[in-house]
């Protein structure tokens, strides 16, 4: 399992919305169907797996979580949308964690 992060100005609700848009709009095989969502978090089914957006704040600013096995490079690319790509960072290591997506 894969844990991504990086701070935003963003508000909870908007992250999630743009989240809903940016997985579930695209066509391509990692389109997701949201599982379960509320104002701060997100999870969608896709055929590559589970992925998961949650929403928490930080001294001044929300910090953006996101957690998937599989989908490594579409989660990143989503998260650079929030703030400079060069601010999204691995939370955590754990083991199965490759890098790759």
């Keep these: 399992m894969l844990i991504l992060e990086v701070d935003t100005e963003l508000s909870p609700k908007d992250v999630v919305e743009r989240a809903r848009v940016f997985f579930s709009t695209q066509f391509s095989p990692y389109t997701g169907f949201v599982q379960d969502s509320s104002d701060s978090h997100i999870r969608f089914q896709t055929d590559a ?5 949650g929403v ?16 490594h490079h579409e989660l990143s690319q989503f998260l650079g949308t929030l703030a400079r790509p060069e601010e999204v960072r691995q939370n ?3 083991p199965g964690v490759s ?3």
């Design 49 to 53: 797996g589970i992925l998961s957006i």
């Design 56 to 71: 928490g704040r930080r001294g001044e600013k929300n910090v953006v979580r996101g957690s998937t096995s599989r989908l």
């Design 92 to 94: 955590l290591i754990g």
């Design 99 to 101: 890098g790759a997506g």
